[in-house]
């Protein structure tokens, strides 16, 4: 600990916070983990069954990922407070139809100061 | 403040991160095919390679011997060409579901939209692309007609996302020397934020050939040119830390250099090796992950990184700024340790 404030003091006078910053000759630049995962289900509400071929995406649209057999999605995204989540079904009639639908999921600080933030959803889509 | 209080402040910084050696950076050499044939790889990467690439089992299995990784772990996913392996998203899932970090360094001309979109979902966080010049420097030293097409492409999808912490890197040679201010303007119009530049180090394919090196006179140009744009703001551009520049330190990067390898920066390497920075000679290696614990490795080896008092010799012996640099960064030395492969310094001072 002691090592710690000393190493912090240090590099603070001489360089500010960039003291702790570094990327290596042939590295990238140091990811500061800005992230969310969302994990989910995605089921029909009429018959409870995993829909497969969901498309789960968010912000705007332009990143998105598909429902697995079981259902299931999974992705990293940007850290917000607030994340727009669109749930489309996009295969038409191969798993039946559904209607569309978005949400908004509002992040608590304290999952935030977790070294691995997420959340987990549960989606249920009504049958057109 | 006061250069010289800077500067020893900045040494005092520099020998405790070294006492304290805290693992914050760790390449992974995923593998070492590649699909491009740059004229300077220092890896001499082909398509071709004698090693296979490393499954990612053995990397997680080393990986996992590191209990209680700092905060800013990170680990940078490196080839040869990593997006060349099919399960580059499984890797990244992997990594980040330790609660590590990781980011990639490609040649772009695999990262497509798809790409792009992949690697986000598994989790990546920064990213470097390499930019060598505009069409004709760049195709000409990455040895492809498509890859300026191909990375242009890369570097619109790069930007396009916050999350990513993303930068270009570009070797500058004497091809390339003249359009600097070009490739900084395209760099500003396509909405990159931050810009590396490097010299080409004389080792792999690239040293046979004189078109890679500058002369002394053209590596102080490329100093005053680095040093202007900073002052400019309009792009985060800097040095590498590839070595010491004398009076230009603390102008053309963020901070002084401090070569970090084997101090912050690890590596497990394609054969296994456990090494610092893979640029590294690979007879410096610590350690094999096959034979031994990796972070046992980490904590009680890597000797000649963390006391560099060895690097004293050759025209390092009689140098006044010896203090500061340290033998120069360490990739520039090689095994017999009988003189640094090149001085920055002396490039600076004799021009």
Known sequence: MKKDWKRKIVGWLCLSSIAFVFQACYGTPQDFGNDLLIEGLVKSKKTGFPIKGIKVSVGDKMQYTLTDENGQFSFYTARMNNTQIYIEDIDSTENSLFINKDTLITIKDSIFNTKLPKVYLNIELEPK | MNKLLKQALFREFKKNETKLHELNYLFWECTTRCNLNCRHCGSDCSKDSQYKDMPLDHFLKALDTINNSSDNFTVVITGGEPLLRKDIELCGREIR???????????????????????????????????????????????????????????GLAVSTSRLNFDVVTCVNNRNFYELEEVR???????????????????????????????????????????????????????????????????????????????????????????????????????????????????????????????????????????????????????????VLVCHHQKIKYE
């Open chain 2, 97 to 155: 579901k330790r609660g590590m970090r990781w980011s990639l360094v490609s040649n772009g001309y695999l990262y497509d939209e798809q790409k792009h979109i992949s690697l986000l979902n598994a989790g990546l966080g920064a990213l470097t692309l390499s930019l060598d010049g505009l069409t004709d420097s760049h195709n000409w030293l990455r040895n492809n007609d498509n890859s300026f097409k191909r990375v242009d492409k890369a570097i």
């Open chain 2, 185 to 339: 303007k395209y760099l500003i119009q396509k909405g990159v934020k931050a810009w590396r530049l490097f010299t080409i180090v004389p080792i792999g394919r690239a040293k046979v050939d004189a078109e890679m090196f500058l002369t002394d006179s053209r590596f102080k140009k490329l100093m005053d040119f680095i040093n202007e744009s900073r002052k400019r703001n309009e792009i985060d551009i800097k040095f590498s830390c590839e070595g010491y520049v004398g009076k230009y330190e603390f102008k053309v990067r963020d901070s002084g250099f401090f070569c970090r390898a084997g101090i912050n920066i690890g590596s497990i390497l394609i054969d296994g090796s456990i090494s610092a920075c893979p640029n590294i000679d690979r007879t410096f290696a610590q350690g094999n992950i096959y034979k031994d614990n990796f972070f046992n490795i980490w904590q009680t080896k890597y000797i000649l990184f963390r006391d560099r008092s060895w690097t004293k010799t050759g025209q390092c012996a009689d140098c006044k700024q010896y203090k500061d640099c340290q033998g120069n960064g360490f990739h520039y030395w090689h095994s017999q340790k009988k003189n």
